[in-house]
């Protein structure tokens, strides 16, 4: 059995995209914030580009490497290896969905209050002196979603309390829908319909 | 708790992710089909 990867079609490697697209906006519209630990998050971007990647540079490195099953099965490891590598070497973080930080800073400051009362802000990073625990909050202004990360040396027991308090505590947060929906969910619906379009003029 | 909040608790967090990976693991299947076909 032979798998060239040449002959994937692109409109079979744009619909994670579309997906992932989809996903995203529907996480913007509930009225809820939605935390994703970090791993999940940049699990869940590999998984939407990884049709883009397959069609793209893997199908590029495919001649040198032969057209067998296990040939194709070790390059998508070899992805899949890059994609581990880049969850392991992050920092630990917290990918809040449709917050803004105005909202989500006195949940944060709640939560760090409760696990160290010792804990101080300085701009918008809260050290936790008795817990090893330095927490930044990263807005990208109006974009509604902020990362919680942690900053400096961590100590692994504190954050994995800290995300499961923060996780707790966020669910009693009200957010209106968030206006990115809309350009996310258009964006999705427009890849969605170039793959349509794609498929129908290949096919 | 409000009634959204005990929904929330019963729903098995995991059960999204699941469904991601059978969707991939399908998606993959397909490509594979479709590569193997030419």
């Known amino acids: 059995v032979r798998i060239a990867l040449t002959d994937v079609p692109l409109w079979a490697a744009l619909l994670p995209v579309a997906g992932y697209l989809v996903a995203v906006g529907c996480l913007h519209l509930r009225r809820r914030p939605v935390a994703l630990s970090g791993h999940v998050d940049v699990t869940f971007l590999a998984l939407g580009i990884a049709g883009m990647v397959i069609a793209g540079p893997l199908a590029l490195l495919q001649p040198g490497a032969g057209t067998s099953v296990w040939t194709t099965v070790v390059l998508l490891l070899g992805f899949a290896v890059i994609v581990a590598g880049a969850l392991l070497a992050a920092r630990p973080r917290m990918v809040i969905y449709n917050v803004g930080l105005d909202q989500l800073r006195p949940v944060v400051a709640s939560v760090a209050a409760s696990l160290d009362p010792t804990a101080r802000w300085a701009g918008e990073t809260a050290a936790l002196p008795a817990r090893g625990l330095q927490v930044h909050l990263d807005d990208r202004g109006s974009a509604r979603t902020v990362s919680v990360i942690a900053a400096g040396k961590t100590s692994a027991e504190a954050w994995a309390e800290f995300s499961r308090r923060l996780r707790r505590a966020i669910r009693t947060v009200r957010v209106r829908r968030s206006p990115w929906a809309w350009a996310f969910l258009a964006a999705g619906a427009g890849v969605a319909g170039m793959a349509a379009w794609l498929a129908v003029a290949s096919g | ?38």
């Open chain 2, 1 to 38: 708790m409000g009634r959204d909040d005990v929904a929330a608790a019963r729903r098995p967090r995991w059960a999204w992710f699941i469904a991601a990976a059978l969707a991939e693991v399908a998606w993959l299947a397909v490509l594979a089909w479709l590569a193997w076909r030419g």
